[in-house]
């Protein structure tokens, strides 16, 4: 596959993988606060990733390969929480951000590019409700979840990237104790977006709108 890569000007692309090593530092704190009414964590990191594999489709033979990236270098924070406002009510959120850049490439003229399915930061947001229904042990739940993926480099050269893709997922659960009974939607919004694209034209779509019914029975 190196040579038909190399033939098609791609670069990084050889017969044999090099095995991917990361070596990872950090620092991070988990606190209780407000008689753990918020549970609050927090994170810093930096990693050195040698070999990091990135996907090209060759249209020369129509074959998906692997490539590595001899080195990237990777900073940034998590911060994550639940804030539980009242009984039965969590709130969980969460943000990542994550700064890439590429060291080493054989083509130089793509260092200091962001690495491939790098996304530049994610959030999430969470809601859930729990009650009891009447005086019986049934219980219902409401859960709603909200997450945003910000710019997503699908290439070593950074040709292209992908908008920021926001999706939500509902949950509304009948709790029986021994069985419970879920209706969901996952993209509630159906929300159109490439979940992976290679160099060359393969995509994958994401997944779209979908409506389910779950049955839980507990022996």
Do not use: C, H
Request: aromatic share 14%; no cysteine; charged share 20%.
């Amino acid at each position: 596959m190196g040579a038909v890569a190399a033939g098609t000007g791609v670069v990084g692309v050889a017969d044999i993988y090099e095995a991917e090593v990361a070596d990872t530092f950090e620092l991070g704190v988990k606190t209780n606060l407000f008689d753990r009414m918020l549970t609050l964590n927090a994170s810093a990191y930096t990693t050195k990733s040698e070999n990091g594999y990135f996907f090209v489709f060759l249209a020369a033979n129509s074959t998906q390969n692997l490539g590595n990236v001899p080195e990237v270098r990777l900073q940034g924070f998590e911060i994550d929480g639940t804030l539980r406002p009242a009984r039965g009510w969590d709130i969980n959120f969460g943000l990542g951000v994550t700064y890439s850049e590429i060291k080493e490439f054989p083509d130089p003229t793509v260092i200091g590019n962001e690495a491939p399915f790098i996304s530049r930061y994610t959030i999430n947001l969470g809601t859930q409700y729990e009650t009891n229904l009447g005086d019986s042990d049934l219980k219902g739940r409401i859960r709603l979840d909200y997450n945003r993926t910000g710019k997503t480099w699908f290439d070593v050269p950074n040709s292209t990237v992908r908008r920021p893709v926001d999706l939500v997922n509902a949950r509304l659960t009948l709790d029986g104790g021994a069985w419970s009974l879920t209706g969901f939607a996952d993209n509630l919004f159906n929300e159109r977006y490439n979940a992976e694209f290679s160099p060359g034209g393969f995509v994958f779509k994401g997944r779209p709108r979908v409506f389910g019914i779950e049955a839980l029975y507990k022996f």
